[in-house]
């Protein structure tokens, strides 16, 4: 049982210690701690207001008064201290939240279409300005279009699997192949539409050659397909003059060499002068009236120019890069060179 001197004791004990510990406290969390154990119900101070009914009722009047001015004068420390480590506290989270508006922001990276691709859009744009519309077909292709409809005969050495890539080899028309040209879309497009036709094919195409500095088993071509009721091997001459001019600049000159292809008839080779020789750039010549008859038209009713060229090369030669494997590789060194 607390007697009076009991009482003063313990409360000049805790108003001498307790401001120590208040001002120690780092946290409002520890500070509450501190002010549960100060004030709180099983405080000290709690004890003594406890104990005043048991005192002499001439004392208890001033022993009020004491635990009064304990109490007050530690409650004042400790709402002091809180208002101190709350300032802080909010500092801190302000610091640690903070964004530096000055800062120079982060800039995304921005892609780029791959060289070939922007040498596609090149082409194809080209050709687009002269009134040519885009097809794309497919890179599957069964051996009916990729070569039968294109007049391409059973025994031609091109239909072997040493040439070309098959998923299934299959009979004559039935087989299914990665295409080894884009072709087959002439087929496929003058199945689809009536003449006139003007269309150029940009696409992946397929051949069972090793990788080395002038050949890919996948490289790209771009198709063109002219066909109306009075094309002549003068308009085939002047397209693609015109587009070699565009492509390698205004003063390029062309020539035209004899070739075979079995879809056209005659069949010629173009090549440019650029960069102080001729280059071979791409396979052209008269859609063969066989290929009209194989696909639903009247050979008698229309003619028409057909050819071919392959973007990797397209590519050497206008960035002059001396070997197609670097298209290929994603080097990124070598890819930021044509942004
Ligand atoms: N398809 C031929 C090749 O891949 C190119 C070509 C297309 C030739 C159209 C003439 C006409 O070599």
Redesign the pocket.
Known sequence: MNTLMDIRQELQTLASSAPAIIAATTTTAELADAEAAITGKRSPIAMARRGLGKIDPEQRRDVGILIKQVADALQHDIDQRRNELTESEETAALAADAVDMTLPGRAPVVGTHHVIQQVIDEIVDIFVALGFTVARGPEIETSFYNFTA?NIPDTHPSRLESDTMYVDFGDADEGVLLR????PM?ARYMEQHDPPVYVVVPGK?FRADPLDPTHSPVFH?V???AVDTNITFGDLKGTLEMFAKQFLGKDTEVKFIP?Y?P??EP?AEMHAFSNGRWLEL????M?NPAVFENVGYDPSAVTG??????VERMAMVRHGIQDLRHLLENDARVLRQFV
Do not use: K, Y
């Not at 080894?180 to 072709?183: E, K, P």
């Open positions: 294109l080894t040209h884009t072709s002439q195409v071509q198709e063109g397909l070739h292809f879809f056209t069949s791409l396979g052209c010549g859609v120019f057909a050819f071919g060229m392959g």
